[in-house]
């Protein structure tokens, strides 16, 4: 059975999704053998996806003798109406500086269909976020709240300045392609591609037959298909992936094949 740990050490080994920004400097978890550490003592059943990989990231960075967390989900407020949160404040005792981490776990498949520009091709399996939007989001709202003054009130309790704080993007995920076809990754991360997406129709075309499946609940998606469980013949997982797109839910798809490869993908609507 497929534990937290094994859910936590796969995210901390995660690759970036981004490989460089000209906006961002980018967290790196710089440990590989800590994810195997110390042991976990979470609630996530209870959490959704993005705070689930919050809680992932804030056990590393308590556990790792080289930060030091200052503060954590730190909510900004203004008349009682919240504006905002900091993920983390962190002091990098070996590199003697101040970090806000700004964090998030994503999975984009690029749809060249949809723009010219390459960044707003890399959206959500349910089309219902870009990374284009994303980074937006963070550059215009998410970052510049440590300069808010309602922020300088919690910076000044713990005793630092926000001009002496290096902020940082922490986003680790899975990029898909397009299925037999590649297009070059601007700013992207090739280590980060993990499958392909197919449409439902050329989904139902293909002949899958003779394989596997195991359709993973989300917080799995960062596991290696070789971990799944309660593996299903092609006609039932057929009906449950055809019942998840019929939900506005894209699937991703572990498949096993009878050489014993694997591989990982999405179907989309």
């Not at 109406?81 to 993920?87: A, L, Q």
């Not at 630092?160 to 940082?168: F, H, K």
Request: hydrophobic share 40%.
């Amino acid at each position: 059975m497929i534990n937290l740990q094994e859910r936590y050490k796969a995210l901390i080994q995660s690759p970036s999704v981004l490989h460089f920004s000209e906006d961002f400097k980018l967290f790196k978890p710089t440990v590989a053998s800590h994810a195997d550490a110390s042991p976990i003592h979470l609630h996530p059943e209870v959490l959704v996806f993005g705070k689930r990989m919050e809680q992932y990231l804030g056990h590393y960075l308590h556990t790792n003798p080289r930060y030091k967390v200052l503060a954590e989900n730190l909510q900004i407020s203004r008349k009682k109406i919240t504006k905002g949160e900091i993920d983390f404040l962190v002091e990098d005792l070996q590199e003697k500086k101040t970090l806000h981490i700004e964090m998030a776990c994503k999975f984009y498949v690029f749809r060249p269909d949809i723009s010219y520009r390459d960044l707003d091709c890399w959206v959500g399996p349910n089309g219902k976020d870009s990374l284009a939007y994303k980074l937006n989001r963070l550059k215009q709202q998410q970052f510049p709240i440590l300069y808010a003054p309602e922020t300088k009130l919690k910076l000044d309790e713990l005793g630092i300045s926000a001009i002496s704080i290096e902020q940082q993007l922490y986003m680790p995920g899975m990029l898909f392609m397009p299925l037999h076809d590649d297009f070059p990754l601007v700013m992207l991360n090739e280590k980060a591609v993990g499958g392909y997406w197919i449409s439902k129709s050329d989904f139902i075309k293909s002949d899958y037959r003779d394989k596997q499946f195991c359709l993973p609940p989300k917080k799995d998606w960062l596991l290696a298909p070789q971990v799944g469980e309660n593996w299903m013949d092609y006609d039932t997982a057929k009906d449950l992936i055809l019942l998840s797109l019929q939900n506005q839910r894209a699937p991703m798809c572990w498949v096993k094949s009878t050489d014993g490869s694997f591989e990982r993908f999405f179907v989309l609507q």
